[in-house]
């Protein structure tokens, strides 16, 4: 509660001759009752002063004299009249209005800013309301007050695939930006001399206008041509864009192209055959036993099941069987076991169930069955199990993908080690681990480099000017490697792509132990749940 000053406090509060300067005057030993600020408040409030600016230095000075019973004459605040500026940014395209509020003077008016626009040449994109609101308020910000129209730059040349089936089919890109086409195990074939792909032609844009009023040109689309890695596929002689198959065969979209490769089929795989390493599509209507490795630039089919074999190809991979390992994916939990299996697809990936497997996909993995102490990664989602299905379930095993992870179930009453993560590339986010780690190696060859050249400068019996030489290069190549490394990080780190619906959803039960990761957020279950979706909220990981 603020106390009553008394009268006669001997204070005095007068303006200067030009009507701008607050002045305060106190008579030597003519007190009243000791004052504070809100005193001071409500005392130049009573005298009509309330709306000028204070100076805090000026105000601490006057309450210590006053109180303190001194004698005094100062300065002790001003009339200030409101003042204001507009800012243009570089490329004429926007505005910023920052009002500074009057202090007993003239507040800013909006003719005031209004001519400074004129005299800017703005006259564009005014935004007359945000003015208004702001010298009604009689202070602003960096408000925005005009702003331009954007060109919009023409659509680039765009190829549209004409395959009947791939027109709705998923697209998966790797990072040399090839885009393959697998209809998730069904292999489509195409005759010779039918349409695979209509080019489009770059069109122009859409002019903009910046706050002077000026023309801002648009860029025209850009413009590309047909593929020139295409096989079995050509140009209509009659036709500049349109794609065209020279041999029938499987067609698969490549960036601006489509390829043709022919489909194989064989048996089994196993000594008998030896590996294979093949181009086109392959269909394995039986098994491929241990040790054996499978390889081709298309899709491949396998009716039997994957016994600790490598299976890789460029398109789909889909094992009606199961997929097994003969030992879990890793040992000492880094190193690959060779006794594992292994399925890597550039496409999607199916199997019945896998069991101390590692399988890495470019689009979506599908399980039907379980996924047993095995590493899955996917470049989109992972599916185990089938909605409503009893089986399903992740158990003890590390799951990575971009966009979804959904299973039946999720983890098991031993609470063995269960890890799920979404929403960053696998294989952005294992780059970005073989970066860092070559990163620190190299960050301690540079302690230990500078450690040795300090000896080599401070060596008691003197070392010779090539030897101090030779540490110094040393020296300087590490730190080039340590800059390239950062900056491979810094370009790593803004291709985590965290999606807007980055989620893991089990339909029935989620157990203790399960470790859940979105982006960079993380969540160790400390008890069962039963349904649950989890995904990324503005505190973290919900559910």
């Known amino acids: 509660m603020i106390q009553d000053v008394e009268p006669g406090c001997g204070l005095s509060f007068t303006l200067d001759k030009n009507g701008k300067q607050l002045l305060v005057a106190?008579?030597?030993?003519?007190?009243?009752?000791?004052?504070?600020?809100?005193h001071l408040t409500q005392i130049l409030a009573n005298e009509g002063f309330a709306d000028l600016f204070l100076f805090p230095e000026a105000v601490d000075k006057m309450l210590s004299s006053y109180n303190s019973g001194a004698g005094f004459s100062m300065v002790l605040g001003e009339r200030r009249d409101g003042s204001f500026a507009i800012s243009i940014d570089t490329d004429q395209m926007s505005a910023h209005l920052t009002i500074t509020p009057a202090y007993g003077g003239k507040p800013v008016t909006t003719s005031q800013i209004y001519s400074k626009l004129q005299e800017e040449g703005i006259c564009f994109g005014i935004r007359n309301e945000t003015i208004d609101a702001a010298v009604a308020k009689g202070y602003a910000r960096n408000k925005l007050v005009a702003e331009g129209i954007q060109p919009v730059q023409g659509d680039d040349a765009q190829f549209i695939s004409l395959l009947p089936e791939a027109k709705n089919s998923r697209l998966y890109a790797d990072e040399l930006e090839i885009v393959d086409y697998r209809n998730f195990g069904n292999i489509t074939t195409v005759k010779q001399g039918e349409p695979l792909m209509r080019r489009l032609r770059p069109t122009d844009g859409k002019d903009g206008t910046n706050i002077l009023g000026l023309p801002v040109p648009a860029a025209r689309g850009n413009d590309s041509d047909f593929s020139g890695m295409i096989s079995g596929a050509e140009i209509h002689p009659d036709d500049p864009d349109l794609l065209i198959s020279s041999i029938a065969g499987q067609p698969f979209l490549v960036k601006n192209g489509v390829k043709i490769e022919p489909v194989i089929t064989i048996k089994n795989v196993d000594l008998s055959t030896g590996n294979l390493d093949i181009e086109g599509s392959l269909t394995i209507s039986g098994d491929v036993q241990p040790g054996m490795k499978v390889k081709a630039t298309a899709d491949i089919v396998i009716e039997g099941m994957v016994e600790a074999a490598h299976i890789e190809a460029g398109g789909d991979i889909e094992v009606k069987g199961a997929v097994i390992g003969q030992g879990p994916p890793r040992t000492n939990g880094e190193d690959l076991n060779p006794a594992a299996a292994t399925v890597h697809a550039e496409g999607s990936v199916k199997a019945l169930f896998v069991e101390?497997?590692?399988?890495?996909?470019?689009?979506?993995?599908?399980?039907?069955?379980?996924?047993?102490?095995?590493?899955?990664?996917?470049?989109?989602?992972?599916?185990?199990?089938?909605?409503?299905?009893?089986?399903?379930?992740?158990?003890?095993?590390?799951?990575?993908?971009?966009?979804?992870?959904?299973?039946?179930?999720?983890?098991?009453?031993?609470?063995?080690?269960?890890?799920?993560?979404?929403?960053?590339?696998?294989?952005?986010?294992?780059?970005?681990?073989?970066?860092?780690?070559?990163?620190?190696?190299?960050?301690?060859?540079?302690?230990?480099?500078?450690?040795?050249?300090?000896?080599?400068?401070?060596?008691?019996?003197?070392?010779?000017?090539?030897?101090?030489?030779?540490?110094?290069?040393?020296?300087?190549?590490?730190q080039t490697d340590i800059q390239e490394l950062t900056g491979q990080l810094r370009r790593l780190k803004r291709r985590f792509n965290l999606l807007d619906n980055a989620a893991i959803k089990a339909e029935r039960q989620v157990y203790c132990g399960v470790k859940i990761s979105i982006g960079e957020k993380s969540l160790l279950l400390e008890k069962d749940l039963d349904a649950a979706t989890f995904t990324l909220g503005e505190h973290g990981i919900q559910y």
Request: charged share 30%.
């Open 26 to 38: 106190h008579e030597t030993g003519v007190t009243g009752e000791p004052i504070n600020k809100d």
């Open 356 to 478: 101390n497997a590692i399988i890495s996909s470019g689009g979506t993995i599908e399980i039907s069955e379980f996924v047993m102490n095995s590493e899955l990664n996917a470049g989109k989602s992972i599916l185990v199990g089938e909605p409503g299905s009893s089986k399903g379930r992740i158990i003890s095993s590390l799951c990575r993908a971009t966009e979804r992870i959904e299973a039946i179930a999720i983890g098991s009453w031993s609470g063995a080690g269960t890890v799920l993560e979404v929403g960053v590339d696998p294989k952005v986010h294992e780059k970005f681990t073989l970066v860092k780690q070559s990163l620190h190696a190299k960050e301690r060859e540079q302690m230990e480099a500078e450690r040795a050249l300090e000896y080599y400068r401070d060596k008691p019996n003197g070392a010779t000017l090539e030897e101090i030489k030779q540490k110094e290069i040393v020296l300087r190549d590490l």
